[in-house]
């Protein structure tokens, strides 16, 4: 998983600028700034990393933290987020 928030990381980095170490209790849109754009170019990044697919998936909506995107991510790659 240190893996995962480190490439989450430097995406935040990107899109918003964030210079601070995410933490996985961060909410993406109140601690983190991210916007619905911006959400979506996060997805997509993501998705490219991990090969997965969020965008369709209805479960996304209801991501609030880095955590539960984690969560989310290895419950699709069958528990390795990180691994990438």
Do not use: C, W
Request: glycine residues 10%; aromatic residues 4%.
């Amino acid at each position: 998983m240190l893996v995962a928030l480190g490439f989450l990381e430097e995406t935040f980095r990107a899109l918003k600028g964030v210079e601070r170490g995410i933490r996985l209790s961060d909410n993406i849109r109140h601690d983190l700034g991210i916007d619905s754009l911006d959400a979506v170019e996060l997805i997509l990044a993501v998705e490219d990393r991990y090969g997965v697919r969020l965008v369709d998936n209805p479960r996304i909506a209801q991501v609030e933290t880095v955590g539960q995107l984690l969560d989310l991510v290895a419950e699709l790659r069958g528990g390795q987020a990180g691994a990438a």
